[in-house]
């Protein structure tokens, strides 16, 4: 544009009507006009500049470019508006262009404009030659291409993410352009199935014969609508059986048809087999619980069984051995030496508790079979019931402490066999004190359960046998020493137990002891 | 001709047998059958003022002669009281399904059977039937 056109060469105004028949002229004097007026207010930055790197002149746009006017930029250089690190930027090509090897020097470089701002500019500089063929100046144009490489850098970037993104999937990212009929797809591939984009043919079909048989039905893209989404079997080029996930969304035009349909194929086969794995895990422990959930149940069920046959046909002999001793003490009693009589005596006792211990095992078998017949009630008047029963003859003193008690919802004869044990296990324990002391209180828990404790001021037990304590059979002290059996407090834990509560105990040698369990309380929700 | 009995005892064990006959004491005349098969024909020949009923018996148990008696109407007027081992609530609710008159679980102490006994028979029997002299409670 600068170098000057022959004279005789027509330019046409860009939006003159190009004439037919004879090619248009233009006075010499009005082209002049028109290159200056182009120049002067044209859109494109323009500056003659000297060798020495002085602006000569420039335009408009250059002034607007880079914040200067044009009668401040004549006492400039274009370094002092060029980033410092790009001052050596173009050298190079300048000095080639003023040796005649090139007719146009590109090159891009930063400046910095008056007002700080950063710009990147695509520069042409032309050589401007005089009528002799002298070097005169140099005339550049600067295009601010700054929103353009942000642009493009953007682009790179996003270029990049979705790069690493795929890369990141450990699958296959795809679009298909339902026009073509062709299918790009990602490197991916290469890891999904061992081929690289350029080994397979960009179509459906060749991705197709890759699925298994039997999942073909799943695997059809024309059918897709707003999402795709399957799960199928693929062989990998080494043969084995994969299977993926592939998931799309599809864009439509107007009418509804697919215009694009961008999706992504992982490899779901290691997830599917630890799926497999776990819930096969989880039937197979399922099926455990099971078998020994029945077989407790069968065991608990023939246990029963087994202590109630066992305290009936023991009664029948035993009633023989207590009749006959019986009868025997009526018939020759007053024969017998006070020795014989004595031995008499033994059987007859011996027999009457074995009959007792029986009649309580009867009863702990009974207690996990019977249906529980819930009611509410007050568990101290229950307590106070039994406490009246169990008070012994004088002289021995026994001071009941039987509290208020928060009311409970549990069965009434149970709860009654719960305090019989309990209060009666106090008495047993604490008979060598005068008096004994049993207390009975009680609270309202946060769980809707209500707690009750009876303690005493008997002779306790270590601690560390408190767990043996609701087994059958178990006492902590010598036979003989205080009468009566481990089974009542087996029947007390049975008992509590089928009411949903717990049982505890806690004691010192010496210094009493304390048994607490826990009934629904009648407020709370059921 | 033997007198008829104020009690039939249907027991197989002859020891139990025995013990519930001392505990009536010598005021109850008492006859027992040891087979349940025959109890029903005894029932009727004997029209006995109380039968007192085994159930665990070897055969025909307690059960099975309840419901054979029940099938005969001549018999509806003799009380049959089961005496047994067994205080499973289940073989109560049977027995009085089967139209029993009452049900007695046998004590292990000879003193309670006695006294359990005597109260039975002071209901179906009448006060006058028996003494309390002999056997003390």
């Known amino acids: 544009m600068v170098r000057s056109p022959p004279a005789t060469t027509p330019v046409h105004a860009a939006d003159a009507p190009v004439g037919r028949g004879a090619p248009a002229e233009l006075p010499a004097s009005n082209l002049a006009r028109a290159r200056d007026l182009v120049f002067e207010q044209g859109p494109v930055a323009l500056a003659l500049i000297d060798w020495d790197g002085r602006i000569l002149h420039a335009n408009r746009a250059y002034e607007q470019l880079f914040g200067w006017s044009s009668t401040e930029l004549r006492t400039m250089s274009f370094l002092d508006y060029t980033h410092p690190d790009d001052a050596d930027v173009g050298k190079r090509e300048v000095q080639a262009l003023r040796r005649g090897e090139i007719e146009v020097a590109r090159f891009e470089k930063r400046y910095i404009a008056r007002d700080g701002r950063r710009i990147r500019g695509r520069v042409d500089v032309f050589a401007v030659h005089d009528s002799e063929g002298r070097f005169v100046c140099t005339a550049g144009t600067v295009h601010d291409v700054t929103d353009l490489r942000e642009a493009e850098e953007a682009q790179r970037r996003k270029e990049q993410l979705f790069q690493i993104a795929a890369g990141a999937i450990y699958g296959v990212v795809w679009e298909w352009e339902p026009a073509t009929g062709t299918i790009w797809r990602s490197d991916g591939l290469r890891q999904l199935l061992g081929y690289s984009p350029d080994e397979l043919p960009p179509t459906a079909d060749a991705w197709r014969e890759l699925v298994h048989p039997d999942d073909l039905p799943h695997v059809d893209l024309r059918s897709v609508a707003l999402r795709y989404e399957s799960e199928y079997r693929m062989r990998h080029r080494d043969g084995r059986w994969i299977t993926v996930w592939d998931r799309a969304t599809v864009e439509s035009d107007a009418s509804g048809s697919p215009t694009r349909v961008v999706g992504v194929t992982v490899d779901i086969t290691e997830r599917r087999l630890a799926a497999s794995e776990v819930r096969r895990a989880n039937a197979e422990l399922e099926e455990r619980v099971a078998e020994r959930t029945a077989e407790l149940v069968q065991a608990n069920r023939e246990l029963e069984a087994f202590t109630y046959s066992v305290s009936h046909d023991l009664r029948a002999p035993l009633r023989h051995v207590a009749g006959f001793a019986e009868l025997l003490r009526q018939r020759s009693g007053d024969s017998l030496d006070g020795e014989s009589r004595r031995y008499l005596d033994v059987v007859l006792d011996s027999s009457a508790r074995m009959g007792d211990l029986l009649d309580r095992l009867l009863n702990l078998s009974r207690l996990g079979r019977m249906p529980l017949q819930s009611v509410v009630l007050d568990p101290a008047s229950t307590a106070r019931e039994v406490a009246r029963e169990l008070t012994p003859a004088p002289p021995r003193a026994v001071e009941w402490r039987i509290g208020r008690l928060p009311a409970v919802h549990a069965d009434y004869a149970l709860v009654r066999i719960v305090f019989e044990n309990l209060l009666a296990n106090a008495l047993k324990y604490s008979a060598a004190r005068t008096p004994a002391i049993v207390d009975v209180r009680g609270h309202r828990r946060d769980d809707g359960f209500v707690e009750i404790e009876v303690e005493d001021n008997g002779v306790g037990f270590e601690m560390r046998y408190a767990d043996r304590l609701f087994g059958v059979f178990e006492r902590l002290h010598p036979s003989g020493e205080y009468e009566g059996w481990g089974v009542g407090l087996a029947s007390v834990h049975r008992i509590v137990v089928r009411h949903g509560g717990t049982v505890a105990a806690r004691s010192e040698p010496g210094r009493g002891a304390t048994f607490s369990f826990t009934l629904p309380a009648a407020d709370a929700p059921r | ?137």
Not at chain 2, 8 to 30: F, H, K, T
Not at chain 2, 57 to 81: C, K, Y
Not at chain 2, 82 to 88: A, E, P
């Open chain 2, 1 to 137: 001709v033997i007198a008829k009995p104020d009690v039939l005892l249907v027991e197989d064990d002859a020891c139990e047998a025995e013990l519930v006959v001392r505990a009536l004491g010598p005021a109850i005349s008492v006859e027992t059958v040891g087979d349940g098969a025959v109890a029903i024909a005894r029932m009727r020949e004997r029209r006995p003022r109380l039968v007192l009923l085994d159930l665990k018996m070897g055969g025909r148990t307690g059960f099975d002669v309840l419901a054979e008696a029940a099938q005969h109407r001549d018999l509806a007027s003799t009380p049959i009281v089961v005496l047994t081992s067994s205080s499973d609530p289940r073989d109560v609710e049977r027995a009085y399904a089967l139209g029993a008159h009452g049900y007695v679980v046998k004590p292990i102490a000879h003193a309670q059977l006695t006294e359990r006994l005597r109260s039975v028979a002071t209901h179906w029997l009448g006060g006058a039937s028996h003494s309390r002299a002999g056997i003390g409670a």
